[in-house]
Each structure stands twice: as C-alpha cells, then as structure tokens.
C-alpha cells in the first residue's frame, strides 16, 4: 500500500480546532503528502488567533474548507465534529485532533480498513511520548475502564479505545444518527465516538490501527475540568 497510487479523493479529514495556528499549516501539508487528493474540514469554533488566516491561504492540492461556526449558538468539540460530518460529500471520512498529536502518517492505514469495509476504525495508543502527569495517566485508565463499562451494560459495540477522538468512519452510518439523535450527544463534551457508541444499536464492524502519541508540542490545552466532568456525567 504505497501513499503515492493510492486515491483518497473519497475521503474526508475533519479536524475540530480552537486557536490551533502554531500546528494547522503543518499538519494541513502532511494530510497533502500523505492522503493526496483528499478533502480536508477545519471545524473551528471562532479561534482568536490565525488559525482561520493560514487554513484560507493554503494553496496546495487537497481541498480545504473552513466551517465557521465563530456565531453558532452551541460551542464544543462534539458538536463541532457532528457539523462537519453532516457536510461531509465523501463517503468516508477521519476525525483528527489539529495539535499534531495524532500522527498524519496513519491516515493512509484508516483509509485502506475503511474500503475492506470496515465500519470504524479507531486509533489505539500503544505508547506517550513525552510527560504526562500520573493523574492525567489515571484519569486516562479510568475513563477509558469506565467508557467501557458503560457501553458493555447498555450492550453496545466495544471497541479497544473507547475514549479516542481519532477515529474514521462512514458518512452514511452516522448521518441519521446525527440528524434524528443529536441531542443524545454531548455536544460540549470531548467523546464524540463514546456518545454515538452509546447511541448506536446495530452492529458494527470495527478494527483500530496503533500509533505512538505525542504530547502537545505546540499551543495550549483546551481540556477543563468542566468537560471531564461532562464525560463522567455521561457515563450514567
Ligand atoms: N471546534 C472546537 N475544537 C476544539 C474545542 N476544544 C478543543 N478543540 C480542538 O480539539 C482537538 C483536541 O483538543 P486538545 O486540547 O488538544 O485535547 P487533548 O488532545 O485531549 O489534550 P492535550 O493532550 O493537552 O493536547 C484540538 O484540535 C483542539 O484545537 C472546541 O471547543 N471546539
Ligand atoms: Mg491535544
């Protein structure tokens, strides 16, 4: 499977940002290098910063578009993402966060489980490169123990990495869901792929691909107590 004979114009990147400009045009010209041909939705809920600037200026030969939602009433991560899926025209699509912690040199691998029809495709953390506090490290094991609980009670699809937020997926599969349950989700949360697993009653086909995670090199964290608390919330 080599990047270059590969087409991905049947794909579609969505990266949900707030004030990402030290990291976007990096990552927009890594998405070009390795998934050529693709499209690319910067989801961004009124970044202060250039983030809007750099996204429009790109030149190159992916397809970027800027989904403002700087006026929209509800704000988030979740929603954001939801949004660029009901606008999504491909049949497949990715979701990436745009601090370059999820490595672009995946998205080929997502691209390929989704055409052996797989209807997700999670990343799954082998490793964290870098410091991460230990109660950062815990919160992360409990969330993703108690994520999983959660979904195994209700009887829903169980997946390695409930918790991801770097997953791939099929427009049609969520586009119902989205237009009919969207409230079911939180939209300020951070879970987007937890909330439709949770939602979700059918049975999906779904597999992961590893990747070594970096810490944050650029920018600043968004996570607030406040969302954690949301997700735990969420959880019962
Ligand atoms: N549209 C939108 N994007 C958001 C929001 N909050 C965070 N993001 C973006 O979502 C992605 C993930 O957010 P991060 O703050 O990196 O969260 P994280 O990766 O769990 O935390 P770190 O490891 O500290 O980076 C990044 O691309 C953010 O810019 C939001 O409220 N709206
Ligand atoms: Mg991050």
Redesign the pocket.
């Known amino acids: 499977m080599t990047t270059s004979s590969v087409d991905y114009s049947d794909f579609t990147i969505i990266?949900?940002?707030?004030?990402?400009e030290k990291s976007i045009g990096k990552l927009i010209s890594e998405i070009e290098k390795n998934a050529p041909k693709s499209s690319i939705i910067i989801?961004?809920?009124g970044s202060s910063d250039k983030t809007k600037e750099i996204t429009e200026s790109y030149d190159g030969d992916v397809k970027v578009n800027f989904l403002n939602?700087k006026e929209e009433k509800s704000?988030?991560?979740t929603v954001?993402v939801l949004d660029a899926i009901l606008k999504c025209s491909t049949p497949y699509f990715l979701v990436m966060?745009?601090?370059l912690?999820h490595p672009p040199n995946t998205i080929s691998q997502f691209h390929f489980l989704l055409q052996q029809n797989y209807d997700i495709v999670t990343g799954k953390r082998i490793e964290v490169i870098g410091r991460w506090s230990i109660q950062r490290k815990l919160m992360s094991y409990v969330a993703r123990i108690l994520g999983k609980f959660a979904l195994l009670i209700r009887r829903r699809n169980l997946i390695k990495d409930v918790m991801t937020?770097f997953f791939a997926s099929k427009r049609d599969i969520w586009i119902p869901v989205i237009q009919e349950q969207k409230n079911k989700f939180i939209l300020e949360g951070?879970k987007v792929l937890f909330d439709f697993l949770k939602i979700y009653k059918r049975k999906l086909k779904t597999t992961h691909v590893e990747y070594v995670f970096g810490?944050?090199d650029y920018?600043e964290?968004?996570?607030s107590k406040r969302i954690i608390w949301l997700y735990f919330k969420s959880l019962f």
């Open positions: 990266i949900p940002t707030l004030n990402e989801s961004d809920d939602r704000h988030g991560l954001s966060d745009g601090d912690q937020g951070y810490t944050r920018g964290s968004k996570i």
